[in-house]
């Protein structure tokens, strides 16, 4: 299976710029002869909580060939994306249970996707409840075929080395680490956005968390005194692919002219 990740677009009407660079990106996917089974695009579809903005980034995203899934970021306000999705994707799958939260299971590819809403208002490092966990770890425990997962989540919940990021670390960070490590048999990796630029590890040296690329700009990520992202609209673009295969994931960079 190929998962083709792209992160963090930030839609704004004005930046004409920022919507030329993904429609470049999505024309590369669509022309790629590794032939995509899904795009995941992880959080952070529009600028700061903007509902309006929904419309016109959605129109983009239209012209992606294959199925894509989106998850919340922090500038996305779940109601307002979740009513987007039903107007402007409504294939999307919708939250699990009824639940305010943008939490759901894809489970028609060889791969289980468990995709979780971290969104909270003005929270740059999110957060998931109680309520979250208990979600997630019924849908890891309730795998009797013992498929892989892949979890998509906004934050990377490890540190990075960038003094703004890691600044916003939230408190929810090693809750989830400890449910990935103690469920490290199915689940193969976790894909995030939030960094605008790709960064890898293993969590808790055993399971894969990858950062995808922003679409929009880029943000230099080893700078431990850094206060304010720097929002680099220069950095070449890029995408990433994960290639899961016999439960071995293999993640490739693909750089776009
Ligand atoms: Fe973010």
């Not at 409840?129 to 890891?140: H, I, N, P, R, Y």
Request: a negative charge.
């Amino acid at each position: 299976m190929h998962i083709f990740h792209i992160s963090d677009i930030h839609y704004q009407p004005t930046d004409i710029d920022g919507q030329r660079k993904l429609q470049r990106i999505i024309q590369s996917i669509n022309d790629s002869p590794a032939r995509p089974d899904l795009v995941a695009i992880t959080g952070d579809l529009v600028w700061k909580e903007h509902q309006e903005y929904y419309a016109g980034c959605f129109s983009i995203l239209s012209t992606l060939s294959v199925p894509y899934v989106v998850i919340s970021g922090n500038h996305d306000r779940t109601a307002d994306l979740i009513q987007a999705l039903r107007q402007y994707c409504p294939s999307h799958p919708q939250p699990s249970d009824n639940s305010p939260k943008l939490n759901y299971v894809v489970d028609s590819f060889p791969v289980r996707l468990i995709a979780l809403d971290s969104f909270k208002h003005n929270q740059g490092g999110g957060e998931l409840t109680k309520a979250d966990f208990a979600w997630l770890k019924s849908k890891l425990e309730d795998n009797s075929e013992r498929k892989p997962v892949v979890i998509l989540v906004h934050q990377y919940t490890l540190p990075t080395g960038s003094g703004f990021f890691d600044a916003h670390q939230a408190s929810w960070y090693k809750e989830f680490n400890e449910i990935v490590v103690n469920h490290a048999d199915t689940v193969k990796l976790v894909l995030c956005g939030h960094l605008h630029n790709s960064v890898s590890s293993l969590i808790g040296g055993i399971v894969p968390i990858i950062s995808g690329f922003s679409t929009n700009w880029g943000e230099d990520i080893l700078e431990p005194n850094k206060t304010e992202p720097n929002r680099d609209t220069s950095r070449p673009l890029a995408y990433l692919i994960h290639r899961i295969k016999d439960g071995n994931v293999s993640s490739y960079t693909v750089t776009v002219k």
